[in-house]
């Protein structure tokens, strides 16, 4: 990629990514821009994540989003929504399959951020959702992140009252947690 040339990766989330309870610009992905202009990168993040979303709403709007954008990589921070409304994990799995599929037949890259749910939906239900994302990464080739908010749940001042959303003093740390799995893809 030339350095006159900007390369695009997109975000396709849900209110992590979005940046619920909080101004945009405080945001992970706002702050993953910033840092790649002070490092003189050419690669930019395009966020076209909305809170609530689901694995069916990314699936519905990605082939026009990737029209849209012809992004190198994309970023599926999806499926959190999905488990809090007691999907079936199958569906959640087959949706991300979809996505990656369309990720690949683009030509960019995909990569999941896993995500996790409370424990009150039982350990059975928890265990699955967890698992759903390394198995459509596995299945996939998709690149794969770990849940990074273990590291913010252990302070009240790195994650909102509602238990599930990071504060904005927590978007730096959530942007550290993310750039070694990005940047090799870069």
Not at 38 to 65: H, K
Not at 127 to 133: N, T, W
Not at 158 to 174: E, F, N, S, V
Request: proline fraction near 6%; include cysteine.
């Amino acid at each position: 990629m030339s350095k006159d040339r900007t390369a695009a990766i997109l975000v396709l989330g849900d209110s992590i990514s979005a940046g619920y309870g909080m101004n945009i610009e405080d945001g992970w992905v706002s702050l993953m821009n910033q840092t790649l202009i002070q490092r003189e990168s050419n690669w930019r993040l395009i966020n076209a994540s909305v809170s609530g979303e689901t694995t069916t709403g990314g699936l519905y709007r990605l082939p026009e989003l990737l029209q849209e954008h012809s992004p190198q990589i994309v970023v599926l921070e999806l499926g959190g929504n999905d488990g809090l409304r007691g999907y079936p994990t199958n569906k959640i799995l087959n949706n991300l399959l979809a996505m990656t599929e369309l990720v690949l037949n683009a030509g960019a890259k995909p990569v999941i951020i896993t995500m996790r749910i409370p424990p009150n939906y039982g350990p059975r239900y928890t265990r699955g959702c967890e698992a759903v994302f390394a198995e459509a990464a596995k299945q996939s080739g998709a690149a794969l992140v770990p849940f990074l908010f273990e590291a913010l749940a252990v302070s009240d001042d790195l994650m909102q009252d509602d238990g599930i959303h990071p504060t904005a003093k927590a978007q730096p740390i959530l942007v550290e947690g993310f750039l070694p799995y990005l940047e090799p893809l870069m």
